[in-house]
């Protein structure tokens, strides 16, 4: 099987790409290397025979076009979307270009490459999209493959909309689709925009850690590699035309979750012990969800698979993974917007 893997330069893009070549899987990743792209991320792979990559847009429809022909892939996990919520309030138009233009394209491409090969049965167009399709949750209750959608920021909008596509290309032209949703990815490699990355390194330089509002937002965490480990089941064993949803099961408020981090840094970095002393509430971001929580019990059951990795030994690795490969985070501090509140025009 060649696999095309679309993002696999990006943060959880990345880790599946890693997964799968280290399992003898034939992998194509295709990434266009906008801002959060980083080709370092794949490089325990990068000269494995069975590896192979090619930039390309996903706006560009020719540029897919010539990627199937050339390389005739049996399946794709589609991976690469605009995903900073704080950059889609500041800048919207992106996001929908990439997640839902980007996906139709995809879609078609891969449908006409499908039809093309004889509509082969074992062939599969893997969605990989967010909780944040379902909108917020109250103090109770879990998002299912079942629960209705409410995005309420403009990524999550568009990554609603790349949802509906792949149903839709399903239903109407019985493409082979599988759609998953996943709560927030941490872990290595996570670019430094967004909360454990931006707490870890102000942290270690001493500077303001933001909280928005109280920091009582509730997200559930899930480790990264178990998050690809999932991806890859659900390719090989999913039920077509199926979603399934994929979380940590390890909820925290934001402002247990940047004291933790500075508890782990207080312990390994204690020159700038208490870390926890440089927490700041800053304004919340507009339209902040309240809380996210995945149940996750279909892909357990159904598939049996079930994360392996405790938030807190998550977190314990994710610190020390920053602390030990400065020459991975040090020149991405440069690009742009890292550092800067964003999300503010509204």
Request: hydrophobic share 40%.
């Amino acid at each position: 099987m060649t696999l095309l893997v679309t993002g696999g330069a990006g943060f959880i893009g990345s880790a599946v790409v890693r997964q799968a070549v280290a399992a003898g899987r034939d992998v194509l990743n295709l990434d266009a290397l906008t801002y959060a792209a980083c080709p370092e991320n794949v490089a325990p792979v990068a000269e494995a025979p069975n590896y192979a990559f090619v930039e390309a847009d996903l706006r560009d429809r020719a540029a897919l076009d010539r990627v199937f022909a050339e390389h005739a892939p049996d399946a794709v996990m589609h991976l690469a979307a605009e995903s900073h919520v704080d950059r889609s309030i500041d800048g919207p138009s992106a996001f929908v270009e990439t997640n839902v233009t980007g996906t139709f394209n995809l879609l078609e491409a891969a449908r006409d490459h499908w039809i093309a090969r004889g509509r082969p049965e074992a062939f599969r167009f893997h969605h990989i999209s967010t909780d944040e399709v379902f909108g917020s949750l109250g103090p109770d209750g879990h998002f299912t493959e079942e629960t209705p959608y409410d995005p309420r920021s403009p990524y999550s909008a568009s990554k609603a909309a790349s949802d509906h596509l792949v149903r839709a290309w399903h239903e109407t032209y019985g493409l082979p689709i599988l759609l998953t949703n996943c709560s927030n990815n941490y872990g290595p490699y996570h670019f430094p925009e967004k909360l454990i990355p931006v707490t870890i390194l102000n942290a270690i330089h001493g500077r303001s850690i933001p909280i928005y509002g109280a920091g009582e937002n509730v997200r559930d965490w899930l480790f990264v590699e178990d998050h690809a480990t999932a991806l890859l089941t659900v390719l090989d064993r999913g039920t077509v035309g199926r979603s399934y949803n994929i979380g940590g099961n390890a909820e925290a408020r934001n402002i247990d979750l940047v004291r933790a981090i500075c508890a782990i840094l207080d312990r390994l970095r204690p020159g700038g012990a208490p870390h926890a002393d440089l927490i700041t509430f800053v304004a919340d971001r507009p339209g902040h969800d309240a809380r996210y929580a995945i149940d996750a019990s279909r892909i357990r059951d159904e598939l049996g698979w079930r994360p392996s990795v405790t938030l807190e030994d998550g977190l314990e690795r994710t610190v020390r993974w920053y602390l030990e490969n400065e020459a991975w985070w040090r020149p991405l501090l440069d690009r742009q917007g890292v550092g800067d509140r964003l999300g503010v025009r509204a």
